[in-house]
């Protein structure tokens, strides 16, 4: 495991292996790099695979009291400068996808070729005018509450959380699968899942991602248990350049529950965009 000391002083952890054209990896909340373990075994013969815990997970530092989602953004942005990435596909899974969106924003937007957004949409609370937040109706007055039981008994809140993660209907079939989940989970920092929960909550995108032209794949499952097939049919409705992609027997996890499937899907992907670059380049014009 590869550690990068960040300006403010904090560690991040990160994988780094392959080689190629970049593919950088961002997992979800209270998850860690781990779980893009089936793309790791299968690109890094084809591309540079790179794979940050982010702040507040897995080996990194943990988040404090005030830590958001653009102090994420920042120690990515911070690991994508120092290991030198350019034309980077970058890969958001859940919070992920916030963190990838909030890098645009940032120093790094034009080392940044293209997003694959993972089951997730720019807004995760719902209210009369966004009714695509999370399934169960999630608003702001019911967030305190869950940060109170994560706080209060970690086990027993990923226990309600955690099989939401699979395909509706597949929990006993994706038994090894939760197990693993688990195991991802189990030794966070509680309080540093509140914090990043609150940051998380607390985040509105739809406006700046209605305005990407960057090439986006948007990739969902179509049993989740999380967001509606119509979250995702807003997301390419207004981002222009954007493709969707369905997983007919994934949840939340489609890169775990149809891995091969996913992997050539995001292969294909970045392969296109990468022939793209190369084109412009040989033609001396901009994409």
């Known amino acids: 495991m ?46 540079r695979v790179v794979a940050p ?37 970058v890969v958001g899974w859940s919070m992920g996808a916030i963190v990838a969106w909030t890098m645009l924003k940032g120093e790094a937007a034009a080392r940044i070729r293209g997003i694959v957004v993972v089951d997730m949409v720019p807004r995760i609370l719902s209210d009369p005018d966004w009714p695509y937040g999370l399934r169960e109706g999630t608003d702001s007055s019911s967030y305190d509450p869950y940060i109170a039981r994560m706080r209060q008994d970690w086990p027993a809140f990923t226990s309600e959380y955690i099989p939401g993660n699979v395909a509706r209907g597949r929990e006993q079939q994706r038994s090894a699968l939760l197990a693993r989940l688990y195991e991802l989970v189990e030794h966070n920092d509680p309080e540093s899942m509140a914090v990043l929960w609150r940051a998380l909550a607390e985040v509105d995108l739809r406006n700046f991602v209605a305005q990407l032209d960057l090439p986006t794949l948007i990739s969902y499952g179509e049993r989740g248990q999380l967001y509606s097939s119509d979250a995702f049919a807003w997301l390419h409705d207004h981002i222009t350049n954007s493709r969707r992609v369905s997983f007919a027997d994934s949840g939340h996890a489609p890169h775990m529950e149809e891995p091969d499937k996913f992997n050539d899907v995001l292969a294909e992907f970045a392969d296109r965009l990468n022939s793209e670059a190369a084109t412009a380049m040989v033609n001396g014009t901009d994409i």
């Open 2 to 47: 590869l550690q990068l000391q960040l300006r403010d002083g904090a560690q991040l952890a990160y994988r780094d292996a392959g080689s190629g054209p970049a593919l950088l990896l961002l997992h979800g909340w209270s998850m860690r790099k781990e779980a893009f373990a089936a793309q790791f075994q299968a690109l890094d013969a084809r591309f």
């Open 53 to 89: 815990d982010l702040r507040g997970h897995g080996a990194s530092s943990k988040a404090v009291s005030g830590t958001d989602l653009k102090a994420l953004a920042d120690d990515v942005t911070e690991l994508v400068l120092a290991l030198d990435l350019t034309d980077i596909v």
